[in-house]
């Protein structure tokens, strides 16, 4: 079973909103957060927060103001949604988490990733 499953990603113009979804089967983890990666470009983390409970929420200098990261204990699902998208967001997202550290800077320190979701932002 995959642990981590997203949804949610598409295309769109510059100016308008998506919400990413991703829910955790059967685990419970300290931290989930979301990368993402465009062609040619490093893995960058985008925004993190604590499982359960929601706080601790980190952005990204580059969507903060923009996303907004949440997440529902019930449904053991992480949101990201991304308002006033602009076209250098367009990247593959990856949902990830973590037990133990939960760097939004390294991404190798995340041990659990999803399959990816693509997110693609037209001028």
């Known amino acids: 079973q995959v642990p981590l499953v997203e949804s949610g990603g598409g295309s769109v113009q510059a100016g308008e909103s998506l919400r990413l979804s991703c829910t955790a089967s059967?685990?419970?983890?300290?931290?989930m957060g979301w990368f993402r990666q465009a062609p040619g470009n490093e893995r960058e983390g985008v925004a993190r927060?604590?499982?359960?409970?929601?706080?601790?929420?980190v952005y990204a200098d580059s969507v903060r103001g923009r996303f907004t990261i949440s997440h529902d204990n019930a449904k053991n699902t992480m949101y990201l949604q991304m308002d006033l998208l602009k076209p250098e967001d367009t990247a593959m997202y990856y949902c990830?988490?973590?037990?133990?550290?939960?760097?939004?800077?390294?991404?190798?320190?995340?041990?659990?990733w999803g399959q990816g979701t693509q997110v693609t932002v037209s001028s």
């Open positions: 990830a988490a973590a037990t133990d550290s939960c760097p939004i800077n390294f991404a190798p320190l995340w041990g659990v």
């Open positions: 059967g685990y419970t983890f300290r931290c």
């Open positions: 927060i604590y499982t359960p409970g929601g706080g601790g929420a």
